[in-house]
């Protein structure tokens, strides 16, 4: 049996006990410790930690002596290294009952121990590393040895997840991560990222990587560019083409509802043009048609006889990129909302056995910027509330990723059952949080402005009960690095050296021809060193 680190002092309702301890260094908080109840460990959290006693104020009235020094002067002995420690309990785990909360703190002075590794991992954890379903996402914060934090990759990709960070605080990073082991061997997922800077095509670094192939499995990563991202017209519903055309009045709706109806199973937007002049030659129409052509005919993404089939987008082993960075944000709000209703109906199709366009397998999709996509007034608002409502019942997963949780609809961020929280400072962003994640205890929420980089709250049900971790390293390169604006500048600098005065300078402070002369010359060095700019740029 281990030896105990504390003793507890005294119950705080039916969650929460303090206990006394002398540890200076390992109760930190976050940390998880353990009492028995009949033989169980229940797994307790730390939640804050105070001196029990205190060195008297004339004690520290002189900077330069160190209160211990006093104390040991008079010959009284030490007695500030004493603690009170609270603790939340979170429960056990049962093989039959799952994880149990037993709503019984413990009594006074039972013996409270410091949670070993392995118990960590088969009280909170669903999953071991390496196993089918699992997701090996990080470590364990406030321990010095390597304790892995595991999710639950089938409750991920059902129920939906949710990854909330400041700008910098390495939320792109862990997804990358997340995606990395979506794409492992025990997983093989068919995987969708909606990539608007460009940052996720270093994944296909791992279509090389051993610790992504087996002996019958080597995973595909796709990397589409707009010009391979097409969205054929007659593929969108009536909303969404409505939704496309700005400021429609309620004749011109009338006349394009009329249009679109008879027209057949595929047509080309000039079909539609005739159509509406053939049902109506009037200033309505010649607006209308006016929209179609400016917004319709003048988008890239929509075209008349293109087509993105989703079986070449989506299949197990298989994880694709759709980098957006070079689309407006109409075009990118567009694209998300058609392929995520296909998707939808694809998957609803397979699992009522419809006709049609159809995906046998259970899909997930990674939406970075996400308050782009899931805010109210965004075009791709109403399939993103649908699917994050009842995308778990036909296999389709959705994992959020924004910096502004602010501006993600509370509904749609509610729906998310597992999520990772970085660093948040916003105080609205914090708010919105803590209104719409319930499964993080405001006492873990509290931490998110202290957090560092890559370091995580998570909670929900991918996971038995709230912990703290740091993000692993990724085994591909991470694209989204910011750049180092200053190295650049001295790198340049030193290559090419700085610009010489302007030509007027010059010409002050010389005179007749041998001004001249001097201007002419450091012209063209500094047009041979803009040159050699622009190739330095280049590269």
């Known amino acids: 049996m281990p030896k105990p680190v504390g003793t507890v002092r005294c119950p705080e309702g039916t969650h929460e006990f303090t206990f006394v301890t002398s540890d200076k260094k390992k109760l930190k908080s976050g940390e998880f410790v353990y009492y028995l109840l009949d033989g169980r460990k229940v797994m307790c959290?730390?939640?804050?930690?105070?001196?029990?006693?205190?060195?008297?104020d004339s004690f520290l009235s002189n900077p330069s002596v160190h209160p211990s020094r006093i104390l040991k002067a008079l010959g009284i002995e030490d007695e500030t290294q004493l603690f009170e420690v609270k603790a939340c309990v979170m429960g056990y785990y049962d093989e039959k009952l799952g994880f149990v909360n037993p709503r019984i703190p413990p009594p006074p002075g039972e013996p409270v121990y410091l949670a070993e590794s392995d118990v960590i991992q088969e009280t909170l954890m669903k999953k071991k590393v390496g196993e089918v379903g699992s997701l090996h996402v990080g470590y364990l914060l406030n321990r010095d040895e390597d304790v892995p934090v595991v999710l639950d990759a089938s409750l991920i990709t059902s129920e939906h997840m949710c990854i909330l960070a400041s700008t910098g605080s390495g939320k792109s990073y862990l997804s990358g991560?997340?995606?990395e082991e979506?794409?492992?061997?025990?997983?093989?997922?068919a995987v969708l990222i909606l990539d608007p800077h460009g940052e996720y095509h270093t994944l296909k670094e791992m279509e090389g990587m051993d610790e992504f192939c087996s002996d019958d499995y080597r995973p595909r990563v796709r990397v589409f560019g707009k010009e391979e991202v097409k969205i054929r017209l007659c593929e969108l519903d009536y909303s969404e083409l409505v939704g496309i055309l700005p400021n429609l009045s309620d004749k011109m709706e009338a006349l394009l509802k009329n249009a679109y109806e008879s027209m057949p199973e595929k047509f080309t937007s000039q079909q539609l043009i005739e159509e509406i002049m053939r049902m109506d030659d009037s200033y309505?129409?010649?607006?209308?048609?006016?929209?179609?052509?400016?917004?319709?005919q003048g988008m890239d993404i929509i075209d008349d006889y293109v087509h993105l089939e989703l079986k070449d987008l989506l299949k197990p082993g298989q994880l694709s990129v759709l980098q957006l960075y070079e689309m407006s944000d109409l075009e990118q709000q567009v694209l998300a909302s058609v392929l995520l209703n296909r998707i939808l109906n694809a998957r609803i199709a397979a699992e009522k056995g419809r006709t049609g366009e159809i995906l046998e397998y259970p899909v997930f999709v990674i939406v970075e910027e996400a308050h782009r996509f899931a805010s109210r007034d965004a075009k791709s608002y109403d399939v993103m509330r649908t699917i994050l409502a009842e995308g778990r019942k036909f296999g389709v997963g959705v994992c959020l990723i924004s910096q502004r949780p602010s501006k993600i609809d509370s509904d749609i961020l509610s729906q998310c059952m597992t999520q990772?929280?970085?660093?948040?400072?916003?105080?609205?962003?914090?708010?919105?949080?803590?209104?719409?994640?319930?499964?993080?205890g405001r006492d873990l929420l509290d931490e998110l402005p202290g957090l560092t980089k890559g370091q995580a709250v998570v909670a929900g049900v991918s996971i038995n009960a709230p912990l703290l971790m740091r993000v692993r390293e990724r085994l591909t390169s991470h694209g989204g690095v910011s750049r180092d604006a200053p190295g650049e500048w001295v790198r340049w600098t030193s290559l090419y050296g700085s610009f010489t005065v302007s030509s007027s300078s010059s010409s002050t402070k010389t005179g007749g021809k041998a001004g001249n002369s001097g201007k002419t010359e450091k012209t063209e060095k500094r047009i041979i060193k803009q040159k050699n700019a622009k190739l330095f740029w280049d590269e």
């Open 284 to 296: 309505t129409s010649r607006a209308l048609v006016w929209r179609i052509r400016r917004y319709i």
């Open 420 to 440: 990772v929280i970085m660093r948040i400072v916003n105080p609205a962003d914090q708010e919105n949080v803590r209104s719409s994640v319930e499964s993080i």
């Open 45 to 56: 959290r730390v939640v804050k930690r105070k001196p029990l006693r205190t060195y008297p």
């Open 177 to 179: 991560v997340i995606a």
């Open 182 to 189: 979506l794409m492992k061997p025990y997983n093989r997922a």
